[in-house]
């Protein structure tokens, strides 16, 4: 009668404790799932945890006041949050022109979304033109405009021409004029060095024309040339110098 006892006793405490262990487990179960969905993206800094929505392929068309698309904007991911802007991951800007064609893209790792409309990238920006267009940079930073239709940065930026590179402190883009902001320099493709400040690129002819009315340093392997101003054809390396021109030649 004991053995029989201590048998059902022994039976009755492990179907109790199986029952606990499940009780613990579906309990448990929630809260891990749970835990799971707020876990933090590994694209997100500690800050940026908080979000209150979250889209994957976000996508967006901005029009100008006459309806016509001006702006594609697209990202892996969107972000909102509840006192800061939008966070777009691995952005791309696609920026349309009057005939509806692509004019240039923007792309980064992340950038922030403005309620005005702007969009600040940041981490290796790159802005390539579409074909036909010269316009290919990068800069560690830029804001596009999509009201405004213009684009800005002030870190230094690296403009590749046809036949040159441009290195600048800032720069400024609306519609087909650019300026190069602050100390600027141009090298050629020949081994000459131009130094200035503030040039604008003109591509309404179809092809860059740099223009500056500032100081000109020109240096090649055979002349050393200084003066006031200065127009300078890309696709045919072609410059004139302009405003009391002082050179030496070898």
Same mark, same amino acid.
């Given at each position: 009668m004991n053995f029989q006892l201590r048998h059902n006793l022994l039976i009755t405490v492990f *179907?109790?404790? *199986?029952? !606990?262990? &499940?009780? *613990?487990? &579906? =309990?448990?179960?929630?809260?891990? /799932?749970?835990?799971?969905?707020?876990? $933090?993206? #590994?694209?997100?800094? @500690?800050?940026? %945890? !908080?979000?209150?929505? $979250?889209?994957?392929?976000? %996508?967006?068309?901005?029009? #100008?006041?006459?309806?016509?698309?001006?702006? /594609?904007? =697209?990202? #892996?991911?969107? /972000?909102?949050? =509840?006192?800061?802007? %939008?966070?777009l991951i691995e952005p791309k800007v696609s920026v349309y022109n009057?005939?509806?064609?692509i004019e240039y893209t923007l792309s980064s790792k992340r950038a922030?979304?403005? #309620?005005?409309?702007?969009?600040? /990238?940041?981490? $290796?920006?790159?802005?390539?033109g579409a074909d036909g267009s010269n316009i290919n940079m990068n800069t560690p930073e830029l804001i596009v405009g999509t009201k405004s239709d213009e684009i800005a940065g002030n870190k230094q930026v690296t403009y590749l021409?046809?036949?040159?590179?441009?290195v600048a402190q800032g720069m400024h883009v609306q519609k087909e004029l650019m300026q190069m902001s602050g100390k600027?320099?141009?090298?050629? @493709?020949?081994?000459?060095?131009?130094n200035t400040r503030d040039l604008f690129i003109d591509q309404s002819s179809g092809f860059d024309v740099y223009r500056t009315d500032e100081k000109i340093h020109y240096q090649s392997q055979l002349a050393d040339i200084k003066a006031t101003g200065m127009k300078y054809e890309d696709a045919n390396q072609k410059i004139r110098l302009t405003g009391g021109v002082v050179g030496f030649y070898e």
């Amino acid at each position: 009668m004991n053995f029989q006892l201590r048998h059902n006793l022994l039976i009755t405490v492990f *179907i109790i404790v *199986i029952i !606990a262990t &499940m009780w *613990i487990l &579906m =309990k448990g179960l929630p809260y891990s /799932f749970e835990q799971l969905s707020v876990q $933090k993206p #590994d694209v997100l800094t @500690d800050n940026e %945890a !908080a979000y209150v929505e $979250k889209i994957d392929q976000f %996508a967006l068309q901005e029009f #100008d006041e006459n309806q016509r698309l001006s702006h /594609f904007v =697209k990202s #892996d991911y969107y /972000f909102n949050f =509840k006192n800061t802007p %939008a966070l777009l991951i691995e952005p791309k800007v696609s920026v349309y022109n009057e005939q509806g064609e692509i004019e240039y893209t923007l792309s980064s790792k992340r950038a922030n979304y403005f #309620d005005s409309g702007e969009i600040k /990238f940041q981490g $290796k920006v790159k802005v390539k033109g579409a074909d036909g267009s010269n316009i290919n940079m990068n800069t560690p930073e830029l804001i596009v405009g999509t009201k405004s239709d213009e684009i800005a940065g002030n870190k230094q930026v690296t403009y590749l021409g046809e036949n040159t590179k441009i290195v600048a402190q800032g720069m400024h883009v609306q519609k087909e004029l650019m300026q190069m902001s602050g100390k600027v320099k141009v090298f050629q @493709d020949s081994g000459s060095i131009i130094n200035t400040r503030d040039l604008f690129i003109d591509q309404s002819s179809g092809f860059d024309v740099y223009r500056t009315d500032e100081k000109i340093h020109y240096q090649s392997q055979l002349a050393d040339i200084k003066a006031t101003g200065m127009k300078y054809e890309d696709a045919n390396q072609k410059i004139r110098l302009t405003g009391g021109v002082v050179g030496f030649y070898e």
